[in-house]
């Protein structure tokens, strides 16, 4: 069998048909294809869903676990998947028509170990706001590809072979946001054979309710300490892993920068209070990580980190966005 889709279940009964039918209607013959559903304790109706499907698509299996999170939920698919390679697709999300077999093909025929492909985001309407769509001219090593490719920190966007996973034991941490970002940080480290394709396959539906978009104090709190945690086990892995060649430890410095940038931008957009921003910041001082010093190649974020390497000026941003929050409710920034 050639592929395995992961689909992790959570309070999807509104996507979740869309998303198992964009994989099984498809270009990939069916009998190289099977649908993993991981029910991470879905409290609404989609398993009831999911069980009716099964009914008349053989491919699908259904797994109901304890909650686990969604890192949880994809390393119970990963454990259960029989494909030579996985593919883990948010079930609020679906995959572009006629264009899966392309990429598991270029995958298999190459023997990579992760093949990065091309998504674009829609609205609920399903309307394009973005479209992020690359290639590299040959395969490179995991951490040559990331030395000299800004692609998606995504896990969503890519296949990743099943055996290359299981030999160096690449599991995703539980319970936690931007466990992709962990989790391909290890997963680059390892690989030996990565390519790009230009080809679109992931199409990401933006949600009202995702965590970049909802104003839960608790979640919001939750995402800057999930951000803390995961800028110390990256620091931990370069520690323990690497073997300090210079592109190596660039590409690490360049990932707890980007981290770090990641969690000062969020100290100024969600909601917490100036005590414990403050908080924050001085526990990254501690570490040698503010100021920020390793350049970004994302462009506006590289500017924002320039602005925000002086204490001053992050803290005036600060107070101007709450202000504006106040003055107008639901003004969104994007970076």
Same mark, same amino acid.
């Given at each position: 069998m050639?592929?395995?889709?992961?689909?992790?279940?959570?309070?999807?009964?509104?996507?979740i048909?869309?998303?198992?039918?964009?994989? @099984?209607n498809?270009?990939? *013959?069916l009998?190289?294809?099977e649908?993993?559903?991981?029910?991470?304790e879905?409290?609404?109706?989609?398993?009831?869903?999911?069980?009716?499907?099964?009914?008349?698509?053989?491919? @699908?299996?259904?797994?109901?676990q304890?909650?686990?999170?969604?890192?949880?939920?994809?390393?119970?698919?990963?454990?259960?998947?029989?494909?030579?390679?996985?593919?883990?697709?948010?079930? *609020?999300? =679906?995959?572009? $028509?006629?264009?899966?077999?392309? &990429?598991?093909t270029? +995958?298999?025929e190459? #023997?990579?170990?992760?093949?990065? =492909?091309? +998504?674009i985001?829609?609205?609920? #309407?399903y309307d394009? &706001?973005?479209r992020?769509?690359?290639? /590299? *001219?040959? @395969?490179?090593?995991?951490?040559? =590809?990331?030395?000299n490719t800004? =692609?998606?920190?995504?896990?969503c966007?890519?296949?990743?072979?099943v055996?290359?996973?299981?030999?160096?034991g690449?599991?995703?941490?539980?319970?936690?946001?931007?466990? *992709?970002?962990?989790?391909?940080?290890?997963?680059?480290?390892?690989?030996?054979?990565?390519?790009?394709?230009?080809?679109?396959?992931g199409?990401?539906?933006?949600?009202s309710?995702?965590? /970049?978009?909802?104003?839960?104090?608790?979640?919001?709190?939750k995402?800057l300490?999930?951000?803390?945690?995961?800028?110390?086990? /990256?620091?931990?892995?370069?520690?323990?892993?690497?073997?300090?060649?210079?592109?190596v430890?660039?590409?690490?410095?360049?990932?707890?920068?980007f981290?770090t940038? /990641?969690?000062?931008?969020?100290? @100024?957009?969600?909601?917490?209070?100036k #005590?414990q921003?403050?908080?924050?910041i001085?526990?990254l001082?501690?570490? $040698?990580?503010?100021?920020?010093?390793?350049?970004?190649?994302?462009?506006?974020?590289?500017?924002?980190?320039?602005?925000?390497?002086?204490?001053f000026?992050?803290?005036?941003?600060f107070?101007?966005y709450?202000i504006?929050q106040?003055?107008?409710?639901?003004?969104k920034?994007v970076l």
């Open positions: 050639l592929l395995s889709v992961i689909i992790p279940c959570f309070n999807v009964e509104k996507y048909e869309k998303c198992i039918l964009s994989v @099984i498809n270009d990939l *013959d009998r190289d294809l649908i993993i559903l991981v029910d991470d879905s409290p609404d109706n989609t398993v009831s869903i999911v069980k009716n499907m099964i009914r008349s698509y053989a491919k @699908i299996k259904l797994i109901s304890k909650n686990k999170g969604l890192g949880g939920a994809r390393n119970t698919g990963v454990l259960n998947a029989s494909g030579d390679y996985v593919l883990f697709l948010d079930a *609020d999300d =679906y995959l572009k $028509k006629n264009a899966l077999k392309n &990429v598991i270029f +995958a298999s190459n #023997k990579l170990d992760i093949l990065e =492909y091309g +998504a985001g829609v609205t609920e #309407k394009e &706001v973005y992020y769509s690359k290639s /590299t *001219d040959i @395969i490179l090593s995991g951490f040559e =590809y990331l030395d800004n =692609y998606m920190n995504s896990a966007n890519k296949l990743y072979a055996s290359f996973l299981n030999n160096y690449l599991r995703f941490e539980e319970r936690i946001f931007i466990e *992709d970002f962990e989790f391909n940080t290890r997963a680059f480290y390892y690989a030996k054979r990565v390519k790009a394709v230009e080809d679109i396959l199409c990401f539906v933006q949600t309710n995702s965590i /970049t978009r909802n104003i839960s104090i608790e979640k919001n709190s995402m300490s999930d951000i803390e945690e995961v800028i110390d086990l /990256t620091i931990k892995f370069q520690q323990e892993e690497s073997n300090f060649s210079s592109k430890h660039k590409v690490f410095k360049e990932r707890i920068a981290l940038t /990641t969690l000062l931008f969020n100290l @100024i957009k969600l909601s917490i209070d #005590k921003c403050k908080l924050i001085e526990n001082k501690l570490k $040698k990580l503010y100021p920020v010093r390793t350049t970004l190649r994302n462009k506006n974020k590289n500017l924002f980190r320039w602005v925000v390497n002086n204490e000026l992050f803290f005036q941003l107070r101007f709450k504006i106040i003055k107008l409710k639901g003004i920034i």
